[in-house]
């Protein structure tokens, strides 16, 4: 049995400012990068008002959209990238609560690397957002 193939990278990510939330909106990704079909378990949101900053996990979702509610009201610009989750969701549920409220994506990429879970490495852009 070959080993799996990352999924590809959420390439299309749509962020609307709406109030002082940003509204985030992406095409379901249903292949590896190799082209094979996949169905990802979920998808994980990253935020930053920084982007030299090691991105802050902000929430999971099964859906192919999300809704940061108030980011307005803490920073003025805000940068996003969402990946995609293969694997057991009680483990990401897990690794979160013991990482804490600053769970940073590259310590959630370090652990799954060990384990037999996957996050999509192709490595989405990082999308912009700028909140008037």
């Known amino acids: ?13 749509v962020i609307q400012a709406v ?8 095409s379901p990704v249903t292949q590896d990068t190799m082209g094979q079909p996949l169905c990802p378990h979920v998808y994980l949101i990253f935020f930053e008002d920084d982007l ?4 802050d996990f902000l929430a999971y ?17 805000m940068f996003y990238q969402v990946d995609t989750y293969i694997g057991e969701v009680g483990l990401l549920s897990s690794a979160v609560a013991e990482f804490g409220d600053h769970c940073k994506r ?15 490495r192709e490595g989405g852009e990082a999308r912009h957002i700028k909140i008037d």
């Open 61 to 77: 979702t099964e859906d192919t959209s999300y809704v940061h509610y108030g980011v307005a009201q803490f920073s003025q610009q």
């Open 19 to 26: 109030g002082s939330d940003a509204h985030l909106y992406w």
């Open 1 to 13: 049995m070959r080993e799996p193939y990352p999924a590809k990278a959420v390439d299309d990510l």
């Open 52 to 55: 030299s900053e090691d991105p």
């Open 106 to 120: 590259s310590a959630l990429f370090r652990l799954f690397a060990t384990k037999s879970h996957e996050i999509g």
